[in-house]
Structures are given as structure tokens and as C-alpha cells.
């Protein structure tokens, strides 16, 4: 039995200015080619055509956590579809009307559309924060039920053969992948390692597929038998995906399109290599077998935060079997104590042998606002060096700090490192670690107290810069908010200077004044943050203005201040935080980066 292979190709990246919850191919302004469209945490939503010319942008409802265009209902060719964080599915008209809603119950995680009822249009199956999995009708009622038994991560649609119980295949957090049939029936299909995060149904000149990313930036392309027959790499997390098929005279172009922190790259999927057995394919969940003999595909460069060690030097990162990775990984991340800048980096050895001589070098960093001054937790060496005997077999780490003394009040650069060892074969071996990039300002400020009066007239005559950031729907009650940012403020190391709580008609108004010096050039510094809001909804309205006499000031700190009350990535090594996660954080519940494994901080009010 012959086996037709995937190859993909990279066409484009376009980055927008925070992490996409949504990618989407589609005809949405009526020409022959499908655009393909990205919805990001800024409220944006960006289309863009196949050659990557963008041909529209516009604003989209804060609230909205999953996004596609279908044939829903029986009245129109077209409608937009949405998922929230209120509980709520939306179906509107191409104009943006109304057609229908359907309260779910629960946040929407995931959502996908397809024919599962076979009748001419599509129906909606939603993935629900509380484990549940509905199916709705054209009309937005429910036609099915499926209660999960741990988090839902993603969710598709499609006919894989007459093995599977029915169309819908669901990804659990702890990577299972369950089939649900229309009556909510289920069974277990697999279970994946390496901490998939999406799934996509695919079908491929007539073969099909189901499409797996995972956090790690692996895709992974399987056919009915599980067993794989593409694959890529891409740099970060995939957080969602999508495909289409274009039929032309001649040809079927099959896209992909990717989401992956602020990104989204589209991929072509083409016909590669033909096997003339299944004898050299492997699984998707085995354990312990080799990867499968593919073409070589061009490919991204590491992933940031976690990186394998490559077997020769190359730009291209390895690609990897969904086994728990036999590999040397590199974890790192900085941030301000005791008026220090720290770097930490961490390398763990998954291989089933010891490494030896591992010398973790720093090869530059911003030395206008930066003195490397030691290193903690390593063996006595230079200050720009760590040197460590070895690294134990399967799990052992090594964790030196690398302490700066800041020179400036504004800290901007990247610290470059280079890690260096001898494998078992008494090979040298070199990890270039990603790049860390340095933006901090707060940890640096003394507070400075002065009255209401001449806060308004620094902020109004003196100060030269004024930055205003985005409106911010944060997930906490407004005069909850208001709280936690009283604060916060005091912690960033601003003095209140002034602040007021309004209560009218059912309405929160709150404005925190905080006001600072820098600790080197005692530049000034004033902020303004304003929170509205409905008293007792679990939405708030967050806006942060910042007033500054140096410029370089006013980004960063309208992006401290930003993350710390809507994360999007974990502080320690950077990865993308779920939207549950986020969520599980601000109601005060303990969470666990996905990626690291540090626990994820809400703000205090302590």
C-alpha cells in the first residue's frame, strides 16, 4: 500500500501588536481568492490576501475568544461567527448584524463549523470553559452534549474514515484526542506528548487528515492510521489553526494558516514523496520508535524559550516525534530584585546519558545601562561565564544567575548567551539561546510625592512626553480593580498621589494618580490610570496614561503595567498564557505555567 507524503512550505509571517486568539481562512470581501484573517488581543482583527498584501483592518469586540466565517442558518450565504468570554455565541450577517445568540453557559475556548448533520449548511460545535462541548444548529439550538473530564483545548470537524465513532475530534489538556459522535457518544483516539494546543481537520487531495500544533511550534500531520505523514516547525507556541483547499483548473492549493504569539505565518501544504509501505511511518502517540522518513522542509529558527539541542550547527531547528524529547532544553528570563537586573538560565538534560563541561557564556548585552557584575549558583569563574562539571541524566539542571547593575533609569537591549557541552559521544555540542529582550523601567523608580496641584501642573507644562495606552478589557469587577491597582501602583515603585471612586446609577468611575523619579538622572514621571465599569460584572475598563521628560520611558511602562493586569505571557520564560489560565489566575486560583511550570501570580491587594 503506497503512502503519499506532505511537504510544507512557508509563504509569509505578518505580526500584529499583541498575541492572535484567532486565524481564520475565508471569503469574507467577495473576490476569487479566500483572505486570510487574524483576531488579536488588542481588539484587531487584520485581513490579509494570499500574497500577504493586507486589504483590510478593523476593530473587534474585546470580549471574543474564538472567530470563523460560515454558512450557518438558512437565510444567508455568510455569517460571521463568534465566541466570547461572556458566555455567548454570536452569528451575524456580513454587515455585522444580528442573526442570532446562543448563551452557553460558560466561556467559549474553542469553536469550529462544519456539516455534521448533513444538510446543506454548517452547524457549530463550541468548546466551553467548564468542560462542556455543545453542538447548535442552524437556529442556535442545541443538538448536542459531550461533558469532558478535564479542560478542552481545541475542538474540529471531519469524516476520518469508518474507524471513528463520528465527525468531532476534541484535544484534552492533558493531550488526549477524543471522537464525539452527534449524540454525545465518545471514544479515545490518542494520546500526544509534547503539549499539543490545537487541532485541525484537513482534507488533502482526498486523503484525510487531522493536523496537530503544539506548544513547542511542531505541526504534526497525520492520516486515518494516527501516523505521520508531514510535519513543520515554526518558532513559538501555536496557539490555533486553520486550512482551506482552493481548486483551480489545474490544480488544489491547500492552505494553512498559523497562529503563533503575535503572528501568523501561512503554510502550503503539497504532495511530497511517495512511500510504497507504511513500514518506515510512525504513530503520532508512540513512544519509543524513530521519527518517520520525510522530506526535509525549510524551517523556522529555535523556539525562544525552549530550545533542543541541534545535532549540527544549523539555522534550521530539529524537528521531533511526539515522544517527551530525549534533548538538552534552555529555559531563561530576567527581572529586577533588590536594585539588581538578574538573568537567569536554565539548562535541563532529558538525554539518557550525563553531559559534561557545560560552560553557559553571555556573549553581550546592553552595556550603555548594564554592568555584568557576578554570577550566582555556578563554580568560581568570570563574571560573563558559568562552568559546571555535568549535568545529570534524565531531568538534572543547572540554574546560574547572572546579576547586572543597572547604569540608567530605562533599561532597553538584548542579552545574547551561548551554551556550550560534550555529549556522550564526546562530541561538542552548541545551543545559541534565544535573545532576551530587556525592557524595564518601574523597578528602577523612586517614589516622589507631590501634591494633586502640581501633579497637573507637571503633567500638563513640564513633563515632555505623554503616552496614552489602549482601552484594556480586564477580567476583574471594576471596584475590584481599582483595589489591586491602588497596589500595584505603590509596588512599581510610584507614590499616590491622589486618587477618587465614583458609584452612579450602577456605574464604577476610579482614577489612581501616581507620580516618580528615575534612580540614576532623577527624570519625572507621572502616571494616570482610569478604570469604568458596571458594579458587580466581572469586566473592567482600563485605561493607562503615562507622562514623561524622557520618551524612552513611556512604552515600557504603559507595558508593565499593561501585563501585570492583563498577562499574556508568563514573566519567567515568556510563553503565552491561555485565555483559562488567565482567567483561573484572576479569580485567585493557583496556576501553573504551561510551558515552565512556574506559578502564575495574580495581583495581590495584601
Not at 40 to 50: G, I, P, T
Not at 319 to 342: A, F, H, K, N, W
Not at 359 to 375: Q, W
Not at 429 to 447: A, Q, Y
Amino acid at each position: 500500500m503506497t503512502v503519499q507524503l506532505i511537504k510544507v512550505r512557508p509563504l509569509w509571517t505578518r505580526q500584529f501588536k499583541r498575541s492572535v486568539y484567532a486565524c481564520i481562512i475565508a471569503n469574507l470581501i467577495g473576490d476569487p481568492d479566500p483572505e486570510v484573517i487574524g483576531c488579536s488581543f488588542n481588539a484587531e482583527m487584520k485581513a490579509f490576501n494570499l500574497k500577504g498584501d493586507e486589504v483590510f483592518l478593523t476593530e473587534f469586540a474585546s470580549n471574543i475568544t474564538c472567530f470563523k466565517i460560515a454558512s450557518v442558518s438558512n437565510e444567508f450565504a455568510i455569517e460571521l461567527i463568534s465566541g466570547a468570554l461572556d458566555g455567548y455565541v454570536y452569528v451575524m450577517d456580513i454587515k455585522g448584524n444580528s442573526i442570532w445568540s446562543k448563551e452557553v453557559g460558560s466561556s467559549v475556548i474553542c469553536m469550529e463549523s462544519g456539516d455534521i448533520i448533513n444538510d446543506p449548511k454548517e452547524e457549530i460545535i463550541v468548546g466551553l470553559e467548564n468542560q462542556h462541548l455543545i453542538g447548535l444548529d442552524n437556529d442556535g439550538k442545541e443538538f448536542l452534549k459531550y461533558i469532558a473530564k478535564e479542560p478542552i483545548l481545541d475542538c474540529t470537524i471531519g469524516y476520518l474514515s469508518d474507524n471513528f465513532l463520528g465527525k468531532i475530534f476534541v484535544l484534552l489538556k492533558s493531550g488526549k484526542i477524543i471522537n464525539v459522535d452527534n449524540n454525545g457518544n465518545s471514544v479515545f483516539v490518542s494520546q500526544l506528548q509534547n503539549g499539543p494546543t490545537s487541532i485541525s481537520f484537513c482534507e488533502f487531495y482526498g486523503q484525510p487528515t487531522l493536523i496537530i500544533g503544539n506548544r513547542a511550534g511542531s505541526i504534526k500531520i497525520i492520516n486515518s492510521d494516527l501516523e505521520i505523514i508531514g510535519k513543520y516547525s515554526l518558532e513559538d507556541k501555536i496557539t490555533t489553526m486553520d486550512n482551506a483547499i482552493m481548486l483551480s483548473k489545474y490544480n488544489e492549493d491547500v492552505f494553512l494558516v498559523v497562529a503563533s504569539k503575535n503572528t501568523i505565518t501561512l503554510l502550503s501544504l503539497r504532495k511530497g514523496k511517495v512511500l510504497e509501505s507504511n513500514k518506515e511511518l510512525v504513530k503520532i502517540d508512540a513512544q519509543l520508535q524513530l521519527p518517520p522518513v520525510l522530506e526535509p522542509e525549510p524551517v523556522s529558527e529555535q523556539p525562544k524559550d525552549i530550545q533542543a539541542e541541534p545535532d549540527k550547527p544549523s539555522k534550521s531547528a530539529p524537528t521531533t516525534s511526539d515522544v517527551i524529547p530525549q534533548t538538552v532544553q534552555v529555559l531563561r528570563g530576567g527581572q529586577i530584585e533588590g536594585g539588581d537586573y538578574i538573568f537567569k538560565v536554565k539548562v535541563i538534560n532529558n538525554k539518557i546519558y550525563n553531559i559534561t563541561d557545560v560552560d553557559i557564556h553571555i556573549l553581550s548585552y546592553p552595556e550603555e545601562s548594564l554592568v555584568l557584575s557576578r554570577v550566582d549558583g555556578h563554580q568560581k569563574t568570570s563574571t560573563d561565564r558559568a562552568k559546571f562539571h555535568k549535568i545529570s541524566k534524565g531531568g538534572g539542571f543547572v540554574s546560574p544567575s547572572f546579576v547586572f547593575k543597572p547604569k540608567k533609569d530605562c533599561l532597553k537591549g538584548k542579552i545574547h548567551a551561548v551554551i556550550n557541552f560534550i555529549d556522550e559521544e564526546d562530541r561538542i555540542k552548541t545551543i545559541n539561546v534565544e535573545p532576551h529582550d530587556i525592557r524595564i523601567i518601574c523597578g528602577l523608580l523612586r517614589p516622589k510625592k507631590v501634591t494633586n496641584e502640581e501633579f497637573e501642573q507637571l503633567t500638563s507644562d513640564l513633563l515632555t512626553f505623554k503616552k496614552v495606552g489602549e482601552d484594556l478589557t480586564i477580567y476583574y469587577k471594576p471596584e475590584q480593580l481599582y483595589q489591586k491597582l491602588f497596589v500595584l501602583l505603590k509596588n512599581k515603585n510610584f507614590a499616590i498621589i491622589d486618587s477618587e471612586q465614583q458609584d452612579s446609577s450602577g456605574k464604577f468611575f476610579g482614577v489612581i494618580k501616581g507620580f516618580a523619579e528615575g534612580s540614576f538622572k532623577k527624570n519625572a514621571v507621572g502616571l494616570k490610570l482610569s478604570i469604568t465599569g458596571t458594579i458587580g460584572e466581572q469586566f473592567s475598563t482600563l485605561k493607562v496614561e503615562v507622562f514623561a521628560e524622557d520618551k524612552d520611558m513611556t512604552p515600557s511602562i504603559i507595558s508593565e503595567f499593561e501585563n501585570a493586569v492583563n498577562p499574556q505571557s508568563c514573566p519567567e520564560c515568556e510563553e503565552n498564557i491561555p485565555i483559562d489560565l488567565v482567567k483561573q489566575m484572576m479569580t485567585g486560583s493557583i496556576a501553573y505555567c504551561e510551558a515552565c511550570g512556574s506559578q502564575l501570580h495574580e495581583l495581590s491587594e495584601e
